[in-house]
């Protein structure tokens, strides 16, 4: 006979406000995975190009407001229902409430398109950071994936990728690059954390 053990998936959420590119390589590469699923979509926005995103790969999705993201346990609730173990935020614009990030301690990853603490905090995201590295003549940007704490791009960082810039760039090349890396290492590093961090 023996124990009966029967190991369910990692089950994630991914949280995104936009377009969702980075959410598509990850819902991609976790397709086939033996044992992280991407559960549930999650959006602010009822018109996100994430939430097609996630009908064609026939991911359940969530949106929320305002209300029941930060005035009630709603989410929570909900993510639990879910069973959900990880959120990974993917171009999401809202901070985390202090409740979500007390109920996954160590268990939300944002990504970010600077080398953090360079060019993060609140305002800081899309074409704004990529501007700022611009008109500072930086030489050197990427990307971190860092853990979520109650403010904005402050987090424990668990990864960084650079890239070489030249004065020629502009504002939308250098973003083009750093998407560029975050589409190709998002994946792995989530894989890699949630896999390290899930061993009993
Ligand atoms: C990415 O640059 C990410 O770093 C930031 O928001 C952007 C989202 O892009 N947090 P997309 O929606 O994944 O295309």
């Known amino acids: 006979m023996g124990g009966d053990i029967t ?10 406000s936009g377009g969702g590119s ?11 995975h033996a044992s992280i699923k ?3 979509v999650v959006s602010n926005k009822s018109d996100a ?23 009630s346990n709603e989410v929570i ?8 173990d990880y959120i990974i935020l993917a ?3 809202w901070l985390v409430p202090k409740q979500i990030v007390e109920a996954f301690p160590n268990k939300i990853l944002n990504i970010h398109p600077s080398l953090l603490p360079k060019y993060g905090g609140k305002g800081m ?8 590295v611009k008109v500072n003549n930086e030489t050197v940007s990427g990307m971190t994936i860092h ?3 109650e403010k904005f791009d402050d987090g424990d960082i668990i990864f960084q990728a650079k890239c070489s810039l030249n004065e020629e760039m502009s504002a939308s090349e250098i973003a083009f690059r750093v998407l560029e890396l975050e589409h190709k290492y998002y994946p792995i590093v989530i894989e890699k954390y949630v896999l390290k961090h899930n061993v009993a």
């Open 7 to 16: 190991l369910r998936p990692i089950r994630l959420a991914i949280f995104a």
């Open 22 to 32: 980075n959410a598509e390589k990850i819902i991609q590469y976790f397709a086939i």
């Open 38 to 40: 991407i559960s549930l």
């Open 49 to 71: 190009g994430v939430l097609k995103i996630a009908e064609e790969h026939l991911i359940k999705s969530l949106i929320i407001n305002k209300n029941s993201f930060w005035g």
């Open 77 to 84: 609730d909900y993510l639990r229902d879910e069973k959900i």
């Open 91 to 93: 171009g999401f614009l």
């Open 125 to 132: 995201y899309g074409h704004f950071v990529h501007d700022a």
């Open 147 to 149: 853990l979520v704490n």
